[in-house]
């Protein structure tokens, strides 16, 4: 049972690093749609709970070190380098949006130039990539469980203090632009994105894991957690609509609506996030290029520097952009997941030998 919470804490931190933290993607994918956004994270409660149960046990049933393994396993040899080749364009494509959400963050919290924030990121990322300080990425465990308290905080403070009718609350949420034609649609676009974007290191996690109903567990513990959390954003998001108007971090927004030094420590927290995120994408995508013969070094400078260079495209736009993108190119992969589900039901739960 520990080592199931802790995959499933492992993958919490993972989700509240590419898609969660600053609330503009639950903004858009749950929150815009009213309360029908509502049903459409308990959809994805359950899409996360069941896509991450099954990655977690392909992963412990491969013994896999490498994600390539396992996706070969999950789509077969040829389809599996595709979405390999997916996989990378997703590193690249989140580590564009982070950096987006460090320009806004220090944009909005602290008045200073559009770029600073970028900046400050990419020199951090470079320099613990290059030095190989590999480890840092163990700082989103244990930022986790403070970021989570302080999202309760957000959501009790949001709760008892609404300001207008739901009903005109749910007309201003529906004025908000979508990524996607509907709420079903805005659920599974979050869903496959982010599950596309984390699925390399969700399978080598489970690779550490012998047992597959262990592993199973942990899968379930995940998604559910981050299914609860992505209800009580979007509810959030929902009674608050009226108040966060047109601001690119909505949770930067209602922290400092609390007071203005709970602002600062939120933008702390999402600033160790960003760069966590973001240093162990860069870590993986320079990895890979390293495998075809480029520097490691000179491929972290080079996605670094055009990362920063396409996140000038602004925050809000390329969450709009970038992670429906992801999401439709992600369904491959979901597909792929359930067929490899049905494939080995039978299978029996258990030790690996």
């Not at 950096?99 to 130039?113: C, D, K, T, V």
């Not at 995940?222 to 108007?245: K, S």
């Not at 952009?321 to 494939?343: H, K, N, S």
Request: net charge positive.
């Amino acid at each position: 049972m520990k080592t199931s919470l802790k995959l499933g804490g492992a993958y919490i931190g993972l989700v509240v690093g590419v898609g969660f933290a600053s609330g503009q993607e639950i903004l858009q994918f749950f929150g815009g749609f009213g309360i029908m956004g509502l049903a459409g994270a308990l959809v994805a409660l359950a899409l996360f709970a069941f896509l991450l149960m099954n990655l977690y046990q392909i992963g412990s049933r491969l013994q896999t070190q490498s994600h390539k393994e396992a996706m070969e396993f999950i789509c077969g040899k040829p389809l599996g380098r595709v979405v390999d080749l997916m996989l990378t364009f997703f590193l690249f494509g989140t580590m564009v949006v982070m950096f987006a959400g460090a320009n806004s963050s220090f944009e909005q919290q602290l008045g200073i130039g559009h770029s600073i924030g970028g900046i400050v990121l990419g020199v951090l990322t470079i320099i613990t990539v290059c030095l190989g300080l590999k480890r840092v990425i163990t700082l989103m465990s244990l930022i986790t469980p403070v970021l989570m308290i302080i999202v309760a905080i957000i959501a009790i403070y949001a709760l008892t203090h609404i300001h207008k009718p739901l009903a005109e609350l749910e007309q201003i949420a529906l004025a908000v632009p979508h990524p996607a034609p509907n709420w079903l649609l805005g659920a599974l676009l979050y869903v496959s994105y982010n599950v596309a974007a984390t699925a390399a290191a969700v399978v080598v996690m489970g690779g550490s894991v012998a047992n597959l109903r262990t592993a199973a567990l942990g899968g379930v513990f995940g998604g559910i957690g981050v299914g609860v959390l992505i209800l009580a954003m979007a509810l959030v998001m929902l009674v608050q609509i009226d108040v966060i108007g047109g601001s690119a971090i909505p949770t930067l927004l209602l922290s400092n609506n609390i007071a203005p030094w709970f602002g600062d420590v939120m933008l702390a927290l999402l600033l160790v996030k960003l760069y966590c995120t973001t240093s162990g994408f860069a870590y993986t995508l320079a990895a890979r290029c390293a495998a075809y013969g480029v520097p490691f070094r000179v491929a972290t400078v080079v996605a670094v520097v055009l990362a920063f260079v396409a996140s000038q495209v602004g925050f809000v736009k390329l969450v709009g952009l970038v992670y429906p993108a992801m999401g439709y190119l992600g369904f491959v992969l979901m597909a792929a997941i359930v067929v490899a589900w049905w494939r080995n039901r039978s299978a029996p739960m258990g030790q690996n030998a």
